[in-house]
């Protein structure tokens, strides 16, 4: 398609977009009255409407049922979390029964890790992506620590190449050579937070499994944002946050999946609690645990109602919408962002660099060469809300669910006066 960076343009694609009915289902704050351009759906998705009847039925039955609301709400609380598995599974590509909700995302990889970092003294060490989001890299470090390896020994990471912004997957897959049968798990995030770069997931698995290391990935940028396979990529096990493209709201719980062929195995190291165990049984009190025949097992607790009933808030969008249609939207609107971007930079003789390779989701990050701190002061008064990354980075995650392409326009505009007004 050939773009222009006309209002007219951008509202044409607007009149034409199937899914602009969504964006009237978020909330939208407002910066001097106007609702703001939202480009950090990266960060936290906004707040679907739908979100307070979901909590308020909660609210409403803890008022009026207590106790008894585990067996008689609306949604009993019981069995609550069931609800997720299989709008969760279609998102990330999975069985029903591979996936589960259940505390947050580094919790989860940490109890993951449980089951799929078993380091021996040959086999230890981890291959993750150089400068992977900090909490990874301290998860990391620590489980290293905790079975008693040194993690500067133990963890490999992928650097780019000299002068390059992304990784290349031809050199992820070279070092996993190199390390074979020294390798315990590769672990890295299925998009990059800092670049936006989505990783060859099917291939790195792949080539993980050739050398015999399991496979994990933290998807907190990918799950809603990105189209994956999980089980037919054959990953051994995932988490993601639910906050971001997911929209449940800040904090809230994280979905986990665990491979089909781990499940049922009363034999896997894994910590337990009452949550995971037989649900037919539960409630029996009995003293030895037998596991959920699905990912539940790996589940402790029973859920936070209170957060997961966002989650379902949320869900519900996605099984309307479906990633196909999301994605679609996803491409054409993440290029004409790419497009005014570039048309502005030629305009005002700025040097922008997007630094976010082709093999991409929503998300462009920009390197602002020569501007800086104060133009994202600036878009932030205007009610352009993006985000900073040190050392000059802002990213920009043009949400399809409630982005339109006028804010794409309209995002130019604003850039376009803060440079030649500076
Ligand atoms: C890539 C990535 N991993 C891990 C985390 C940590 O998530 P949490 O605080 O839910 O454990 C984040 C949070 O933004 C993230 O972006």
């Given at each position: 398609?050939?773009?222009?960076?006309?209002?007219?343009?951008?509202?044409?694609?607007?009149?034409?977009?199937?899914?602009?009915?969504?964006?009237?289902?978020?909330?939208?704050?407002?910066?001097?009255?106007?609702?703001v351009i939202y480009f950090t759906g990266n960060s936290l998705g906004l707040q679907p409407k739908r979100t307070e009847a979901y909590v308020n039925e909660v609210m409403n039955d803890w008022k009026e049922l207590a106790v008894e609301g585990h067996f008689y709400a609306k949604k009993p609380w019981w069995d609550y979390h069931e609800r997720l598995a299989e709008p969760l599974s279609k998102i990330v590509g999975a069985k029903k029964e591979e996936i589960t909700v259940m505390n947050t995302l580094t919790v989860n990889l940490h109890l993951l890790m449980v089951s799929f970092y078993r380091p021996t003294l040959k086999r230890f060490k981890i291959l993750c992506e150089e400068k992977a989001f900090p909490s990874d890299q301290y998860m990391l470090a620590s489980q290293v620590k905790f079975h008693g390896f040194d993690p500067e020994e133990a963890i490999v990471t992928i650097k780019k190449r000299e002068g390059e912004h992304f990784w290349r997957t031809e050199d992820i897959i070279s070092k996993i050579e190199e390390f074979g049968n020294e390798l315990a798990l590769v672990l890295i995030g299925g998009v990059n937070y800092y670049n936006g770069q989505v990783f060859d997931m099917e291939a790195i698995t792949k080539a993980g499994h050739m050398v015999g290391a399991k496979v994990g990935w933290d998807l907190a940028h990918a799950a809603g944002n990105i189209k994956m396979e999980l089980h037919n990529w054959n990953v051994d096990f995932a988490a993601w946050c639910s906050y971001k493209y997911m929209n449940a709201g800040p904090g809230n719980a994280s979905g986990v999946f665990v491979h089909e062929k781990y499940l049922g195995k009363k034999d896997i190291p894994r910590f337990e609690g009452w949550w995971g165990h037989n649900k037919e049984r539960r409630f029996l009190m009995e003293p030895h645990f037998d596991p959920m025949p699905n990912a539940e097992a790996w589940q402790l607790s029973n859920a936070p109602i209170l957060s997961v009933a966002p989650y379902l808030a949320s869900l519900s969008l996605f099984e309307e919408v479906g990633m196909n249609e999301l994605i679609e939207k996803r491409i054409t609107l993440t290029a004409y962002l790419e497009f005014v971007l570039t048309e502005i930079d030629k305009e005002v003789s700025s040097t922008f660099e997007i630094i976010t390779p082709p093999e991409r989701g929503c998300q462009l990050s920009v390197f602002l060469h020569g501007e800086g701190r104060s133009l994202f002061d600036y878009l932030m008064k205007e009610g352009v809300i993006v985000d900073w990354r040190e050392p000059n980075v802002i990213r920009l995650a043009p949400v399809p669910f409630y982005c339109s392409f006028e804010d794409m326009y309209r995002f130019g505009q604003i850039l376009k006066k803060g440079i030649l007004t500076k």
């Open positions: 398609m050939q773009f222009q960076n006309s209002l007219q343009f951008a509202q044409q694609l607007d009149q034409q977009d199937k899914l602009r009915k969504y964006r009237e289902e978020f909330n939208f704050p407002k910066v001097n009255d106007k609702e």
